[in-house]
């Protein structure tokens, strides 16, 4: 019997701003994507013209035509926004999300807590959260959906960081939701970011990772991450924490592989890069085969 392996998806960060702003058509960007040896495409909703269905319904022909699958749907929700009602808005739009991942055919959403909004305690923010994902889960369990918590660091259209970006913050929040449509979305490279240990952090969560991204972050010449750690123990975006091809920078990817191998890990592995330019997302692609096959024989 095969065992079961994980799959390879990209997601475009290098042309992220270029999709939200409708400057590159997310059509456009299928095609392209699917020269560069992966199974699938991550999508986020910002790429999307709205979520109703007549609006994804047309990339879900276009994964089908190019013979990709869609391995997630990207989704940062807000949950922790000091107004009820606002919150409440955030929880339609994590359905409306829950909707457009059964119009794709995936069975994965990323959810986040929301921003660290200043003079919210941790108890308010840990509450808000876990209130907005438990009743998001009714949602998705009725339509066959997973929803996976990413240890995050900030949105790019947030203003503040990730409430839950600490790391025992996040274990916190994911201890109190006990549920088989949730799970971990697991990110090696916002565990350097976030000032934690990638590797220690996935033994604490690696029965529940579901999904997985998959990035690597470089030092600039002479940096230190002593250097570049601020006052609340986060490196940041910093500058000088550079993108580059998965599996040549910091990120130990034999110690990351043994663990989800170890655990039976089949969920989907999404390249999240290509700053550089797309050779760097085509090499990453190959770089985690090799480590699919050496460690998922």
Request: glycine content about 10%.
């Amino acid at each position: 019997m095969t065992r079961p392996q994980p799959k390879i998806s990209v997601f475009p960060k290098c042309f992220f701003d270029q999709l939200c702003s409708g400057e590159l058509d997310v059509i456009e960007w299928i095609h392209t994507a699917s020269q560069l040896g992966a199974e699938g495409i991550e999508h986020y909703d910002g790429f999307f013209r709205s979520l109703r269905r007549e609006d994804v319904e047309p990339v879900r022909r276009a994964m089908r035509k190019t013979g990709q699958e869609t391995s997630m749907l990207c989704f940062s929700p807000d949950f922790t926004h000091p107004d009820p009602e606002e919150r409440e808005r955030q929880g339609e739009r994590q359905k409306a999300a829950i909707d457009a991942c059964v119009t794709l055919g995936t069975r994965y959403c990323r959810t986040l807590s929301g921003q660290n909004f200043p003079g919210m305690t941790r108890r308010e923010g840990v509450e808000r959260t876990v209130g907005g994902i438990l009743t998001a889960l009714e949602y998705a369990q009725e339509r066959g959906v997973i929803l996976c918590m990413e240890n995050h660091y900030k949105d790019g259209n947030w203003t503040y960081p990730e409430f839950a970006q600490p790391e025992e913050i996040y274990l916190e929040i994911i201890d109190r939701i006990d549920s088989p449509c949730f799970g971990v979305q697991y990110d090696p490279s916002n565990a350097v970011v976030g000032g934690y240990d990638p590797v220690a952090f996935l033994e604490k969560v690696k029965h529940r990772v579901v999904t997985m991204h998959a990035s690597d972050r470089y030092l600039a010449l002479g940096a230190t991450l002593d250097d570049l750690r601020q006052a609340d123990g986060t490196i940041g975006y910093s500058d000088q924490l550079l993108h580059g091809v998965t599996g040549q920078g910091l990120n130990d990817y034999d110690a990351i592989f043994s663990i989800l191998s170890e655990v039976g890990f089949s969920g989907w592995i999404s390249v999240e890069d290509g700053v550089n330019g797309l050779d760097e997302i085509r090499d990453s692609v190959a770089f985690l085969k090799e480590m699919r096959a050496r460690y998922y024989r």
